[in-house]
């Protein structure tokens, strides 16, 4: 011993001395310390040197400080040396450097209050914790909630969880959080939600028993023991709530800085509301009961809305809005009530005032007379053996009196609600188990300390006393289990203390015969108290300065109390008149809380009985009796018998205990206080704990953890095989003093400091071996460097000397080099001057020979112009006198003929009567008529040419108008002397005259802009010519700004496929995100359909009695609603469904509408979000075109793009074509084959008929487009004719028309040229509007040119005026403007040739149906009955028939359930992947279906494929865990899905089909809907296949990547303390990494073997290794002894193997190396350097995949496994949050490992032809026919 303190207490070492502020202080010592030193040479962290004397008697030396590596450990036990200040130091390292607010010490878990909300309760948490072993995990309330929850289940004994610790120290939180995790991980057996009705319970608790104090702002100032009761299923199923000791005396008093109970501020607060009017509430300063503590307010909280949520809860648990308006009455009284003042009338009576308001509304509120309750306010009655009095009170007793109904009332409250709590959570269903949950309050003392703290105190020494029992049984037990030699421990009994308190005479005996006396008082009782125990107990005093108080000597501290009240307090009297008062009372809520005074829970606030969970049924004649009884009762009795009761409980069950530390007194964030936290550690236990632990052996190693901790302290011949021998000689050889350790079965156990000392004497082999290293290291680099220095040397002079004869050469050689060239050089010169010369005169004569030649052409040309000029200029002098001779015959002419024909109407007018005349005139009028005929049609014909000459001869377009109004005029003078209508002519010449007119504006108007074209041509040619000349100047310019151009270009490019990339990222993203969540919905309504599922089984076998009968099912039902139909379709289910049938008819209604309504709400959503999907991708491949459509370069690109596009579709509509006429060869010849005779009469007839149909279709077709045309003509024809009537008939001439003889004639005749004259009049309008729209356009063209050149100019000058960059940028948008434009014109157009297209197609696909139906029908009607029969018999025919097999499978209805249950319920998957082809029960099935399509049969098929549904969806419920089963029919659905795509007959799944299989397309029915629903099948799959391998990879992940030593010898194993040793499930097998690698192999090779589709295997493969990766970060994150430099190399060797395995199997680009990058940073995080600010700025750049919760969280819990690693600094924490603040990112800690990939199926086609496919006799389906 002497030698290991001799060994330890050396210069630097570091021990703990007491201090007054910090209770501990740590020092080092500067001097060894030698066995006669009677002082220590110390020095502390500051650099102050002190002498340290030591005890002369004992020289008991310091605590020595445990080594660096074990401070912040997880567990206390865990530290070598066991202590006071090692814990105290331990926690506060861990509270404020780790953030981490819970540590292990042995059995107990530590929780310490950080006054600050963290992020570590949350879901995923309490997912991380589940089924973990306790000392697993780093330490939580979750893990000893999951250790109470797993014990449970195994051990099947009911369970504790003892929550203790001082007001403010957070135990009400942490039951809290134990109830929620139990209420998360259990769920509850029924659909009541009995979890969320317990953890309702906790408002509604807080709100009535928790108030703000000058410690915590939410002290629950009662206690409470709750009983979460669960099935043998171990599913919550209820709960009871046991309370002890409520706090009366607040609701009537509070203390500086605290306040009432929260009800009442949460009333005040909500006064405002309407249903609170009638209460004549108002703030909480209005009343004496909530103003005392003069705080009435708490910061950050909300008493409104913490009253919303206390009413929720009440209604969650069943208690009405009547009840909770009742309840409000009742606390709204009493606050009233405390403001009712009494007052003095004399001095031994008092009184209230008349008409008080107070008072008033108290009498209102709970129903009584205001007359009574005044009376017995200030009154009271008195009873003896022979009369009844009435005594007046003085104000102070009245007052009292009043508080006293004040605080009974609420009591009253308090256990009615805990009641009705109890009733809300109780269930019918038989309870298996329970876990109970103790919140109580810890030891308490205070200045003054009362009859509450002395009943706190007493609870706590019960609780102390069977804590230590516990622990030192479990103690004991380790080491009998170990089977070594032990004595017992000696531990502090605090039996004595409990017997002062409870046993006979004691203290509380003493105190009931006080209150029984009738003279008794608070002074009697304490003489009693000093004469009883004073000098008979040693833990009993009396205080030196008072007789009115006694101490007692606690387990954790001597505490004074104060005997004042006790008698008062413990008899707890209230005047009974009052409570009479009450009972008569109108409120029939008041009367329910006093009726049963004998049922109603004591004043104290515990529930009698059993907890509350058992009633009594007591008689009405012995009710009196007994509630007399029970009244005599003190509280302390009643308190005492609570606590018994309690112990019971807990004795009878497995405790777990959890101390909870209040750090500081002003509830600051992270502050801690070593004073306040050590004395709450010695009165929690922990301390206690502790020195237990200490008294053993409390290092506890195992041999294979000693052996590879330790095997540094070995040489080679101390190793034996035999690893147990070897750690026993060895440790023989380190500690001489046997004592110091034990050899157990399966551990080394070590006393208190030998493990610091082994640590140390590793330490020094370790720096003895790094000295040598150093030394070795350092003089081979030293060598190094010398012989690097000497080879530099030699080569520098080497390379000098080289270049000095480089120098040399070089000098010489250019010498030479400039000789020659100044020859050649004078050369060059003399020969360039003799070639200028030449060059000159040739020049010259080039020049002469030039300007004659030129003169001579022009002297021809000038001639031969002159003769052209004369040539023209005499024949329009010719055509001049010739037209001028023309139009004096014509007049001429037309005068004769007018003359004439006047002497010839007089004639006629004589001759008219005579029938002869009539009748010439009549043929001599047809003639003319005739006549006239032909010159109309002659003129029309005329007409049509100038109209053509009109349009095409644009430029000569005046003098055509004016001929071709003179021919008008010519053939209007005709038509005027045939009808005598000359005053018609002066109004054509006036509209001649007019048109005339506007030819000349016209005229006029082009000369103006031809005259204004003119100049700004010659404008812009001087224009052109200033910019030719400062061309020159740009020129220089350009290469410049071209070179800007293409940078600028390039960026904006790069900036384009940046925002593109991102935008294309953000969309896929949004549409993964939909899929995910369309996927979650489909999850979800799986899990009701199975929950509906089981429900209707547990139904199913719970009935014993069924009706039969039938359900029939409508054969329209959807495909969706055809999942829920498996029964229905089979015959040999029949007895079952009717019994489900049954069982659901009296199955609970309001359970069955509500799964109803939620599978209705989901199909609704799913099809939103269906639809929604579908418009994201629409969205996604509309903005991916656009993007495209952006970037397109020129238009030249879209032209050819056009061009190509249009090549394209020509030659898919050739080839559509082509498919057409091999279809109408393919049915000639089927139907030849049909009818046994190629080229059947009958199909050529049908073929025929065929092509005559569609040449009479295009026929009509151009008939229709004919008719449709002349229909509009004629439409606008008469829409003209009704506008206007162009020519009206003269009078006079209707006049002589009447008087003739034979008018219809005549009348005809009229009305015939009248119509001719319309016809022509109507042609003259049609081309003037003609003319005047050619005119408007014209004009709107020339508009359009001004605008555009206005345009450019005032671009060009704009430019002119920007700078050069910016000048060719503008010109480089306007051009992109222009060119996006045309781009959307030109997409417009191909989007209307794509509709053209799809419609043509269309109109294909349904010819060819009909062909396909018309020649089905004929080779029907062909097949005659007799060649049916015969074809067997030809063996000729036999090998014919196999090669023209379709590929479909006949079978017959019966046959379809048979079917199914051969092909899917009873096959097994092995036999298929080894034996047959993958996706064989696919393809069968989809063969089955081509029959039925063949046939047209749409019930055959809709049976089939609801059958093949339901089927698998049985098979993979009933198999469901089997890997290969699910794998298996993953393949087989996709196949299936595949083949519906493949074949469905759509062209986008046809490209890569050979023609054989596009013959064998679905022909009739549209399967889409179905094969969305084998889509969302396949989707259900796939995620139970990924639950399914979760499951079998969960077990190896944590071992195989964390635990599992993959590289021997990196890490080196810290010590564990106990909870790690005791944890509750011994390990069933160590996995390593090569299991995991393992199973992975065995996933990928069973699903290629079933045929999986090589891109469904990545996507699993990714989830696979995502979950791997977020398991593995989970659990580093929450493990503390994992996060390490070594842990770090393993882990990124871990994942070195995991991406060779992606490599070996070819899936390195499926993504799932991605999925471990938020892992692969974690691990570099563990090794990088963390010292530094550049250390700190490339953490941050280095761990973008991590979050700023994950990053701090690995360095804070960064733990050095050697001395020579480092801790990271809280200051170098702090620069990475600093640096990581501006990061958007979620908060949550860990990765959720729930979270699923969204699934795609991409198509896969299969090249199988179905006519290859054979069935293996093994499947048993020989009923099925090949077609």
Known sequence: ??????????????????????????????????????????????????????????????????????????????????????????????????????????????????????????????????????????????????????????????????????????????????????????????????????????????????????????????????????????????????????????????????????????????????????????????????????????????????????????????????????????????????????????????????????????????????????????????????????????????????????????????????????????????????????????????????????????????????????????????????????????????????????????????????????????????????????????????????????????????VEYQCEGFLEKNKDTVNEEQIHVLKASKFDLLVELFQDEEKATTPTGQVPGTGGRTRLSIKPDKGRDTSSKEHKKTVG???????????????????????????????????????????????????????????????????????????????????????????????????????????????????????????????????????????????????????????????????????????????????????????????????????????????????????????????????????????????????????????????????????????????????????????????????????????????????????????????????????????????????????????????????????????????????????????????MEKMVSELKDQNGLLKKEKDDLNRMIQEQSQQMTEKMTRAIAQETQQLETDLNEERSRYQNLLTEHLRLEEKYDDLKEELAHSTNVSKPGHRRTDSTHSSNESEYTYNSEYAELEDGSRVGEDVTRGMDTSLTLKLQKRVTELEQEKQSLRNELENREEQFQRARARDDAQFRKARGAELEYESLKRQELESENKKLRHDLAEMRQSLLGGAAAGAGAPGSPAYKVLLDQLNASCEELEVRKEEVLILRSQLVSQKEAMHHKDEKETMTEPSVFAKDVNKLKDADELKQAYVGVKDTNRLLEQQLQAQRRTYDSEVESLRGELQNVKEENNRQQQLLAQNLQLPPEARIEASLQHEITRLTNENLDLMEQLEKQDRTIRKLKKQLKVYSKRIGEMGAGQAEGQTSPGQMVEEPIHPVNIPRREKDFQGMLEYKKEDEMKLVKNLILELKPRGVAVNLIPGLPAYILFMCLRHADYVNDDQKVRTLLTSTINSIKKILKKRGDDFETVSFWLANTCRFLHCLKQYSGDEAFMKHNTSRQNEHCLSNFDLAEYRQVISDLAIQIYQQLVKCMENILQPMIVSGMLEHETIQGVSGVKPTGLRKRTSSIADEGTYTLDSILRQLSAFHSTMCQHGTDPELIKQVVKQLFYIIGAVTLNNLLLRKDMCSWSKGMQIRYNVSQLEEWLRDKGLMNCGAKETLEPLIQAAQLLQVKKKTEEDAEAICSMCHALTTAQIVKVLNLYTPVNEFEERVSVAFIRTIQTRLRDRSESPQLLMDTKMIYPVTFPFSPSSLALETIQIPTSLNLSFLTRV
Request: aromatic share 10%.
């Open 1 to 558: 011993m002497n030698r290991e303190l001799e060994y330890m207490f050396v210069q630097s070492a570091r021990v703990w001395i007491p201090d007054a502020e910090e209770v501990w202080k740590s020092v080092e010592l500067t001097k060894d310390y030698k066995n006669d030193d009677a002082s220590l040479q110390l020095m502390l962290e500051d650099g102050t040197t002190i002498d340290h004397k030591l005890d002369p008697k004992t020289k008991n030396l310091p605590y020595l400080r445990n080594p660096d590596i074990l401070v912040g450990e997880n567990d206390l036990t865990a530290l070598s040396y066991l202590h006071e200040p090692a814990v105290l130091h331990n926690l506060k390292v861990r509270f404020i450097d780790s953030k981490l607010i819970y540590t292990y010490c042995g059995i107990v878990l530590v929780a310490i209050n950080p006054y600050e909300t963290l992020p570590i309760y949350g879901t995923d948490i309490i997912n991380a914790y589940s089924g973990q072993n306790m000392g697993d995990m780093d330490p939580h309330i979750f893990a000893v909630a999951e250790e109470a929850y797993k014990q449970m289940a195994r051990d099947e004994r009911n369970q504790s969880i003892i929550v203790s610790g001082e007001s403010g120290a957070g135990k009400t939180v942490s039951a809290k959080y134990a109830m929620r995790y139990f209420a998360t991980v259990s769920g509850s057996a029924s659909e009541a939600n009995v979890e969320e009705k317990v953890l309702a319970s906790n408002p509604i608790m807080e709100a009535i028993g928790n108030a703000k104090t000058t410690r915590n702002d939410n002290s629950s100032r009662f206690g409470k023991y709750i009983e979460i009761g669960f099935d043998n299923r171990y599913r919550i199923i209820g709960a009871n709530m046991r309370t002890y000791l409520l706090e009366k005396s607040r609701v009537v008093f509070q203390a500086d800085e605290e306040r009432n109970y929260h009800i009442f501020y949460q009333l005040c607060a909500s006064a405002n509301q309407p249903e609170f009017k009638n209460l004549r509430l108002s703030t909480a300063n209005d009343f004496l009961y909530t103003r005392q503590g003069r705080s009435p307010v708490i910061e950050g909280v909300d008493d409104a809305k913490e009253l919303c949520t206390t009413r929720h809860a009440f209604t969650l648990l069943g208690i009405n809005e009547s009840y909770q308006i009742g309840l409000f009455q009742v606390l709204a009284a009493i606050l009233h009530l405390g403001n009712v003042e009494i007052k003095d009338r004399d001095s031994d009576s008092s009184l209230i005032a008349p008409n008080n308001r107070h008072l008033t509304a108290f009498c209102e509120l709970v129903g009584v007379t205001y007359q009574d309750m005044s009376q017995w306010l200030c009154h009271r009655k008195l009873k003896t053996a022979t009369e009844t009095y009435i005594k007046p009170l003085p104000r102070l007793q009245a007052t009292n009196a009043r508080d006293a109904l004040s605080k009974h009332i609420y009591a009253k409250l308090f256990n009615w609600i805990v009641e009705h709590v109890n009733k809300a959570l109780v269930t019918n269903v038989k309870q298996h188990s329970f876990i109970g949950v103790l919140d109580i309050y810890g030891f308490e003392t205070f200045e003054i300390n009362s009859f509450e703290q002395f009943c706190i105190n007493y609870a706590n020494e019960k609780l102390q006393q069977q804590f230590n029992m516990h622990v030192f049984k479990l103690e004991q037990e380790e080491y009998m289990k170990e089977q070594i030699p032990w004595t017992l421990i000696d531990f502090y009994d605090n039996q004595p203390c409990i017997n002062l308190i409870e046993a006979k005479m004691g203290i509380l005996d003493l105190l009931d015969e006080e209150c029984k006396m009738p003279k008794g008082s608070d002074d009697s009782w304490a003489q009693k108290l000093y004469n009883t125990h004073l000098k008979t107990c040693s833990l009993f005093e009396k205080p030196r300065m008072s007789n009115r108080a006694f101490i007692i000597q606690h387990f954790a501290d001597k």
């Open 637 to 1019: 009795c009643q308190f005492r018998n609570s606590l018994q009761m309690l112990m019971e409980t807990l004795n009878a069950t497995t405790p777990h205990y959890v101390r909870c530390i209040k750090p500081n007194d002003f509830k600051l964030a992270f502050s801690f206080d070593p004073k306040r936290a050590v004395q709450q550690l010695r009165a929690c236990g922990v301390l206690e704990t502790i020195r237990i632990s200490a008294a053993g052996f409390p290092s506890r190693w195992t041999y294979q953890e000693f052996f590879s901790r330790y095997r540094v302290l070995m040489k080679q011949k101390d190793v034996l095989p035999d690893k147990k021998l070897t750690c026993r000689n060895v440790l023989e050889k380190l500690v001489q003093d046997q004592d110091k350790y034990q050899f157990g079965k399966t551990k080394i156990f070590f006393r208190a400091g030998q493990v610091a000392y082994l640590e140390k004497l590793r330490a020094d082999k370790l720096r003895a071996a790094c000295i040598r290293i150093q030394k070795t290291i350092r003089c081979w680099l030293a060598r190094k460097k010398y012989l690097r220095q000497r080879s530099a040397a030699i080569t520098i002079q080497r390379f000098t000397r080289g270049y000095q004869a480089r120098c040399l050469v070089k000098f010489m050689r250019r010498t030479q080099a400039a000789t020659v060239i100044q020859k050649y050089q004078r050369m060059c010169v003399e020969r360039k001057r003799y070639r200028q010369k030449q060059a000159a005169a040739l020049a010259m004569q080039t020049i002469l020979r030039a300007y004659m030649a030129r003169q001579k052409y022009q002297a021809l040309l000038r001639e031969h112009k002159a003769v052209i000029i004369q040539k023209h200029v005499r024949g329009w002098l010719a055509r001049c006198w010739y037209k001028r001779c023309l139009e004096a015959i014509v007049y001429l002419q037309c005068c004769i003929r007018r003359m004439r024909a006047k002497r010839e109407l007089k004639k006629l007018k004589i001759e008219a009567r005579s029938v002869e005349h009539f009748k010439k005139l009549n043929k001599g009028m047809e003639n003319k008529i005739m006549q006239l005929q032909r010159k109309i049609d002659e003129q029309n014909k005329d007409n049509r040419v100038i109209s053509e000459k009109l349009v095409s001869l644009e430029s000569s377009y005046a003098s055509e108008s004016e001929r071709m109004r003179g021919e008008l005029g010519r053939l209007r003078g005709v038509e005027e002397d045939a009808k005598n209508k000359a005053n018609q002519v002066s109004s054509l010449l006036e509209e001649l005259e007019k048109l005339r007119k506007e030819l000349s504006v016209t005229q006029q108007e082009k000369k103006t802009i031809e005259d204004w074209a003119q100049k700004y041509r010659d404008e």
